[in-house]
């Protein structure tokens, strides 16, 4: 147990915490577009049920995740004299597939097209077809989750518990945090430009995991995050009358009183 307490090992489980709560806030704003279409006796539960399935969703796909890369040292097939196991394919798959994503959705961000979704007015969901689109929803979501704790965290009981606080966090405080990143746009933008980061990383330690681990790349990834973070604190703090760019996104507005009732 002395490993998930190492200094590397803790702040790995810090920041893999903040990017899942972070970037999961556009997994919460397309749930909650779905409960708010949902009778409201249930949107209470529904809230409940997103959160429970989230968490053992990503479970499961984390215990997936750490049973492939435990198949490291067994070569599937060569290609040029190089051997590939399925835990360099895998990582080679998610760090493509994570830069991918990643510049789709700074992208659509910044330049892409306005989602109509939540403005549009929509026929009342049943309570089966609304819990059936949740579920899909947050699976389609667990992928960017799983493979960035995939390329963040080295143990799986700290990419575990960094997904669980996630999501416990955003369930109680997804509003606020909406509003928050909504006000201060760079956050996402940073966090967004890290994703990118551990893409490389997985990319590089899928081609050749032993140089990977020689030159400490996540220590430098660590680092950079640190470090613009610190950035983008004071400079939130020096300019706090600048008005911020506009992403194209939707976000949750912080309840009025009578919500926290609700919720509890």
Do not use: C
Not at 142 to 164: Q, R
Not at 232 to 256: D, F, G, S, W
């Amino acid at each position: 147990m002395e490993h998930l307490f190492t200094t590397e090992s803790l702040i790995s489980f810090l920041i893999l915490t903040i990017l899942e709560v972070v970037l999961g806030i556009d997994n919460v704003i397309f749930v909650s577009i779905i409960m708010n279409r949902m009778p409201k006796a249930f949107q209470k539960n529904a809230r409940l049920i997103w959160m429970v399935t989230g968490i053992i969703t990503r479970t499961i796909l984390l215990f997936g995740l750490s049973w492939l890369l435990s198949q490291k040292g067994k070569p599937v097939f060569s290609v040029a004299g190089k051997d590939f196991d399925l835990a360099s394919l895998v990582m080679l798959a998610g760090g493509l597939f994570l830069i991918y994503k990643t510049v789709k959705e700074i992208h659509h961000k910044l330049e892409g097209e306005e989602d109509a979704l939540a403005g549009r007015k929509s026929k009342e969901l049943g309570i089966a077809n609304g819990i059936a689109q949740i579920i899909m929803i947050d699976m389609v979501f667990s992928f960017d989750s799983i493979i960035t704790a995939g390329g963040t965290a080295k143990h799986l009981e700290v990419m575990i518990a960094a997904v669980v606080i996630a999501m416990i966090i955003m369930f109680l405080f997804s509003p606020n945090i909406s509003s928050f990143i909504h006000k201060h746009p760079t956050l996402k933008m940073l966090a967004l430009s890290f994703l990118v980061m551990i893409g490389m990383v997985l990319l590089v330690e899928g081609w050749n995991a032993e140089q990977a681990h020689e030159l400490h790349l996540k220590h430098y990834v660590y680092f950079a995050m640190a470090f613009s973070f610190i950035v983008e604190l004071l400079n939130m703090k020096a300019r706090k009358k600048t008005v911020p760019v506009k992403l194209r996104e939707h976000h949750i507005e912080v309840p009025q009183e009578g919500y926290n009732d609700q919720a509890k």
